[in-house]
């Protein structure tokens, strides 16, 4: 059994905001179990991602950017034992763009952002990718923070969150 690993301090090396995004390894969080919790969804997002040899350009409100993945190795932790993927990799804008290549391949990706509360120090991520048409796209599922260590408060939250699911899903 692992450790029980709260105030993780995260690698903040990077000049991306730090962000820390934990996939839960030993619990299924299914789409019918977050259908069942709507009082915590408060955003919707929708982007494309266009692969190209010219690079990754995201398509958001009418304006491409190209963007640049700054990749963390990721590790893994526990909380209240629960096991974790900790990632810390991130996509910033590296410029704005202004031509869709000619060769290249679409990915959309809608997020469902749901929070406790407004101001809450974690979000739960439901983000499904559709590439080129695949007509049976499958949901990745995880919690996101701005801080920059796994602190009491976030993993309360993260715990209230997997305990809401669970009592959703029966």
């Given at each position: 059994?692992?450790?029980?690993?709260?105030?993780i301090?995260?690698?903040?090396?990077n000049?991306?905001?730090?962000?820390?995004?934990l996939?839960?390894?030993?619990?299924?969080?299914?789409?019918?179990?977050?259908?069942?919790?709507?009082?915590?969804?408060?955003k919707?997002?929708?982007?494309?991602?266009?692969?190209?040899?010219?690079?990754?350009?995201?398509?958001?409100?009418?304006?491409?950017d190209?963007?640049?993945?700054?990749?963390?190795?990721?590790?893994?932790?526990?909380?209240?034992?629960?096991?974790?993927?900790?990632?810390?990799?991130?996509?910033?804008?590296?410029?704005?763009?202004?031509?869709?290549?000619?060769?290249?391949?679409?990915?959309?990706?809608?997020?469902?952002?749901?929070?406790?509360?407004?101001?809450?120090?974690?979000?739960?991520?439901?983000?499904?990718?559709?590439v080129?048409?695949?007509?049976?796209?499958?949901?990745?599922t995880?919690?996101?923070?701005q801080?920059?260590?796994?602190?009491?408060?976030?993993?309360?939250?993260?715990?209230?969150?997997?305990?809401?699911?669970?009592?959703?899903s029966?």
């Amino acid at each position: 059994m692992k450790q029980h690993q709260a105030n993780i301090k995260l690698n903040t090396n990077n000049s991306a905001v730090a962000k820390i995004k934990l996939y839960p390894t030993n619990v299924n969080i299914t789409q019918e179990s977050v259908d069942k919790i709507p009082q915590y969804k408060y955003k919707e997002d929708n982007i494309m991602l266009l692969f190209s040899t010219e690079g990754i350009i995201q398509v958001r409100n009418d304006r491409l950017d190209r963007i640049k993945v700054i990749d963390v190795p990721t590790r893994e932790c526990c909380l209240n034992n629960y096991d974790f993927m900790c990632d810390e990799s991130s996509y910033i804008i590296d410029c704005e763009w202004f031509q869709i290549p000619k060769y290249h391949i679409v990915e959309k990706v809608k997020k469902n952002y749901y929070r406790l509360r407004p101001g809450a120090l974690v979000e739960l991520v439901v983000e499904t990718r559709i590439v080129d048409g695949n007509n049976d796209p499958q949901p990745t599922t995880y919690f996101k923070t701005q801080n920059t260590t796994i602190s009491l408060g976030v993993e309360e939250d993260i715990i209230t969150f997997l305990a809401a699911l669970k009592s959703n899903s029966t």
